[in-house]
């Protein structure tokens, strides 16, 4: 059996997202992405993360990766390239272990959305192919190199920066008729350890091409960039995921379920010296719900609070409420209610926050989480909606589905 080492390079010094690579993305740490990746293989052997970072290296065994030393600080600085600590991992495994792999998997953390099958896809191609160095992700490029230009300064004249064969002015010449270009991405490199200790390179000199479909194209450098990637998990794109599969809404929804503290409201209460208290909701939560009941939808509330200002609340957003039921209940309370009104589960949309809300999420065909839910809700969630609970998350989900049913 051929020994094929995962390599997930992780430093601790990101200054552009500090501690970016055990920042929660899409529920699960940065880096359990990748490490979920490698162990959906069934071609890689053994993965390792190499950080110079002991928290990283915690993080990365809870998720089931090996940290058998930590990298020197010299090889994690923010100019360092990734042939030395490649260089470093293999030296002190042969050195420490005995241990040599015949072939490397790079696989970087800022790039976390991987087709299922792209690490066994990309180790095929390297053992099918006796010339191959490596095999590199690639995607089509977005922009063509063809109809670019040096830039020499505002004075100066540009100049172009490729020619093409038979092409006199390939930056007037139409887009089909150029030869396709294709940008490298990080999702994964597959690298023959001779490519590595012999000639020095991550790459050697035969490069061959897994190409991935550009939908999984993702590189986190900022925050903005976060927010937009973890939309595209939301989106129920198929991918390699650290906890479950997340299903898309369903066809045709019949009704929405929601919990009503952290969800209808912003989880907090004001409690006046007479102990009465006050919650604080979204008026414009309230704008959809008799749009959604004309098209047949239903929207309810389910909740374990028992003031009565659950029903106050409903009463005046125009929808059915059940309040006051036990925290462990609201499963089976769900269960009768669908029962009743002989909706089938699958048709059910429930939307949660808190940890009392997972058996609802079981039930129901499609579970979706307030922005500001708990990890443990955020990570069991189909979607996570980009607003607060209280703060236009219903609204947002009501604008979803009736884009769904136009």
């Not at 906890?243 to 066809?251: F, N």
Request: net charge neutral; aromatic share 6%.
């Amino acid at each position: 059996m051929t020994n094929v080492l995962a390599i997930i390079p992780a430093r601790g010094g990101s200054k552009g997202i500090p501690r970016k690579n055990i920042r929660s993305f899409a529920g699960y740490p940065l880096i359990a992405w990748s490490i979920a990746a490698a162990k959906r293989s069934s071609l890689v052997t053994r993965i390792i993360v190499s950080t110079d970072d002991e928290e990283i290296a915690e993080v990365a065994r809870e998720w089931g990766a090996e940290t058998p030393f930590l990298r020197p600080a010299e090889l994690a600085q923010d100019k360092t390239t990734d042939l030395p600590v490649f260089e470093h991992a293999l030296k002190w495994l042969e050195e420490i272990e005995g241990y040599h792999p015949e072939i490397v998997i790079q696989l970087r953390p800022t790039s976390p959305i991987r087709p299922k099958t792209m690490v066994d896809d990309a180790i095929h191609i390297l053992l099918n192919h006796a010339d191959a160095d490596c095999v590199r992700g690639v995607v089509p490029a977005g922009q063509n190199p063809f109809k670019m230009w040096r830039f020499n300064g505002e004075e100066k004249p540009l100049e172009q920066l490729l020619k093409v064969s038979g092409i006199s002015e390939p930056y007037n010449a139409p887009r089909q008729i150029l030869p396709p270009v294709y940008w490298q991405t990080g999702h994964i490199d597959a690298i023959r350890t001779s490519t590595i200790v012999n000639k020095k390179s991550l790459t050697g000199d035969v490069i061959y091409p897994l190409v991935i479909d550009p939908k999984y194209t993702v590189d986190i450098d900022t925050l903005p960039d976060w927010a937009k990637y973890e939309a595209v998990i939301y989106s129920g794109l198929e991918a390699v995921s650290p906890g479950k599969s997340r299903r898309t809404m369903p066809e045709n929804v019949k009704m929405i379920i929601c919990d009503f503290d952290g969800v209808v409201t912003d989880n907090l209460v004001l409690t006046d010296e007479n102990g009465k208290e006050t919650v604080s909701a979204s008026r414009s939560d309230s704008m959809h719900i008799k749009t959604l009941h004309g098209k047949g939808v239903d929207v309810m509330i389910l909740s374990s609070e028992p003031n009565p200002v659950v029903k106050a609340r409903a009463k005046k957003m125009g929808v059915e409420a059940i309040h006051g039921v036990g925290m462990q209940d609201k499963g089976r309370v769900m269960r009768e209610v669908l029962e009743k009104k002989k909706v089938r589960a699958e048709d059910v949309i429930y939307v949660g926050n808190d940890l009392n809300d997972l058996p609802c999420f079981e039930i129901a065909g499609w579970s979706v989480a307030v922005a500001d839910a708990y990890p443990e809700i955020i990570r069991a969630a189909d979607h996570v909606l980009t607003k607060n609970g209280g703060r236009g998350a219903i609204r947002e989900l009501c604008e979803m589905v009736l884009a769904r049913l136009k």
